[in-house]
């Protein structure tokens, strides 16, 4: 049931992508407006992920479960009906903070059915390919829904698949949770929703409004704010959220680093690749999510193969050398040209995928061997805050890339044509997702040159935000190297006391 709550919600991630552009179509939305629709849930989860496992902690891991899965599905069925992207947005809010409850538990409730390092190696593996396998899969699955019964199916499907995944988790898993819970840091949890989430504002609106405007400087300055605010009241508070000792041992950072890296690349790059195969190259839904299968498969076969490596290799190496797939795959789907078609991709995702499947179970097993077992809770929720908010941190700033390049390349190609002066206007129109209203106002002889701009101005803008994200997993590569330790990582001994991991680790 852990596996099968954590499928739902990751899914939820990527499977939106393949809905873009339907959604754009019928709730008359913006670029911007997308994005949202992926970093509104994203954003949640990485808010309130820390509060739910601090919650999970002191009232049950099974009991917050419980309550994350009903609250997830009531959200799912608000997205489902909702009559713009203001409530698509508000009800994905609602559902990133139903996904925090089940994802802060999931792995707390692993490792506390599965003490023995061995064991938990192999749980966790499992999770690792089932949540990878869910934030792959997405698209195909998007695909098929959307051509099938609609794009609202996406978020409906989850309705029975809910309630089923409840009722069997009241009546399968045991409950567990720390033996001293703490009090529930409300003031750390605002803070630091507060600051991640006009962090993800001004990233997203400097697309359209440009970064010296008054609402992005102020998104930023209020975010920074709350931001110091956050570590000074982690800092002063008795029973902290994110407690300090938790970086200790600079493993945590190490896994945290592996996790934002991954996030930030791999993840998040999903929005425009399924754009791109759906805009630019004009696939249907269902057709794009196939053309992203390679991706799903290399990430599964790469999961399971990497719970045997996890019990003989170091965990250093294998999420440095999963980093450097990752960087190596995307240089590969970076030299895309306008006139390219979908096979271009599919080395690139191969490799990506490879080594997202290497990254995601090791990484895990990292971060929470390298704590107590009575901050599992913490760690675990410390984790997936990473995940989260490498995929929304991710999306708005590749975004703004992305936006920049098309302007100029959609400038550079209308100069010295009938629309030079309107380039401007017509550049901001393909950065903002309004191709089709742009191309419906000019007249006919005119669109072909439109068009053609637009075509090759989008794939400019993939290409330089496919590089930037390589050079980050390149250097995450580098970086987890040194800061995930063998000697940080601790599992329970037949006592319950901490004992070393076996050296290989």
Not at 260 to 269: G, N
Request: proline residues 4%; contains cysteine.
């Amino acid at each position: 049931m852990v596996s099968v709550g954590s499928f739902m919600l990751l899914l939820d991630v990527t499977i939106v992508n393949i809905a873009l552009p339907d959604i754009e179509e019928a709730l008359d939305a913006s670029l911007t407006d997308l994005q949202w629709v992926v970093a509104a849930y994203a954003v949640a989860l990485s808010a309130a992920l820390l509060t739910a496992g601090s919650l999970a902690d002191r009232f049950g891991r099974r009991a917050v479960f419980s309550w994350g899965m009903a609250v997830f599905t009531l959200a799912s069925l608000l997205c489902g009906v909702a009559q713009s992207p203001l409530m698509l947005n508000l009800a994905r809010v609602l559902q990133g903070v139903g996904g925090a409850a089940l994802l802060a538990t999931s792995l707390a409730l692993l490792a506390a059915a599965h003490p023995d390092n061995k064991e938990r190696h192999v749980a966790l593996a499992v999770w690792g390919a089932v949540s990878g396998a869910a934030l792959a899969v997405g698209p195909l699955a998007g695909g098929i829904l959307v051509e099938g019964v609609g794009w609202r199916w996406i978020f409906l499907v989850n309705l029975p698949v809910g309630i089923l995944a409840l009722v069997a988790t009241v009546m399968r898993v045991e409950e567990s949770r720390a033996e001293r819970p703490g009090a529930i840091d409300w003031p750390g949890f605002l803070t630091l929703g507060t600051a991640l989430g006009t962090l993800s504002f001004g990233l997203l609106r400097a697309n359209e409004e440009g970064w010296g405007s008054t609402p992005v400087v102020s998104a930023f300055i209020v975010s920074g704010v709350s931001l110091a605010a956050f570590v000074v009241v982690e800092r002063i508070r008795r029973d902290p959220m994110l407690p300090g000792e938790l970086f200790e041992k600079i493993t945590t950072t190490g896994a945290a680093l592996g996790v934002l890296a991954m996030s930030t690349t791999a993840f998040a790059l999903l929005l425009y690749l399924t754009l791109y195969l759906q805009t630019v190259l004009g696939h249907e839904p269902l057709a794009a999510g196939l053309r992203l299968l390679p991706l799903t498969l290399s990430i599964f076969v790469a999961s399971a193969a990497a719970a045997r490596l996890g019990t003989s290799l170091p965990a250093r190496w294998l999420v440095s050398a999963g980093l450097a797939c990752i960087g190596t795959g995307l240089l590969l789907m970076g030299d895309i040209s306008a006139s390219d078609d979908w096979t271009g991709l599919l080395a690139g995702q191969l490799v990506t995928g490879l080594g997202v499947g290497l990254v995601n179970p090791n990484v895990v097993a990292a971060a929470m061997g390298a704590v107590e077992p009575a901050r599992v809770g913490v760690a675990s929720g410390l984790s997936n805050t990473c995940r989260s908010l490498g995929i929304a941190v991710g999306v708005a700033t590749l975004g703004s890339v992305f936006a920049d390049r098309v302007r100029d390349g959609v400038h550079d190609a209308l100069a010295g044509t009938p629309l030079e002066a309107r380039a401007g206007e017509l550049g901001h129109a393909v950065a903002s997702g309004q191709v089709g209203p742009a191309l419906a106002q000019l007249p006919g002889e005119q669109r072909e040159v439109f068009a053609g701009a637009a075509q090759g101005a989008f794939v400019d803008g993939l290409n330089s935000i496919l590089t930037v994200a390589a050079v980050v997993a390149f250097v995450g590569a580098v970086l987890v190297l040194p800061l995930i330790r063998s000697r940080d990582l601790v599992t329970a001994g037949p006592d319950g006391e901490p004992l070393p991991i076996a050296a290989g680790h």
